[in-house]
């Protein structure tokens, strides 16, 4: 219970602040990669996920994630 009460919480305060430093206006432009597959996999991911502003979020390989990264810039 102590997780989902307090660590969390402030893991997504955390990421969210994080995402926040990166991306400022309407005008920045990035990728932010998060490697760690629990963002999908584990029942909290979702609190992450929905915690960043309302961006394109793509689920697939490495590969393929590189090579659209590749396309997009």
Do not use: H
């Amino acid at each position: 219970m102590l997780f989902f009460d307090l660590s969390l919480p402030n893991a997504v305060i955390r990421f969210k602040q994080g995402f926040g430093r990166l991306i400022r206006s309407q005008s920045d432009r990035g990728i932010v990669f998060v490697c760690d597959s629990r963002i999908i996999k584990a029942k909290y991911g979702k609190f992450f996920t929905k915690s960043i502003p309302d961006v394109p979020v793509v689920f697939d390989s490495t590969r393929e994630i590189m090579e659209k990264a590749r396309s997009w810039f």
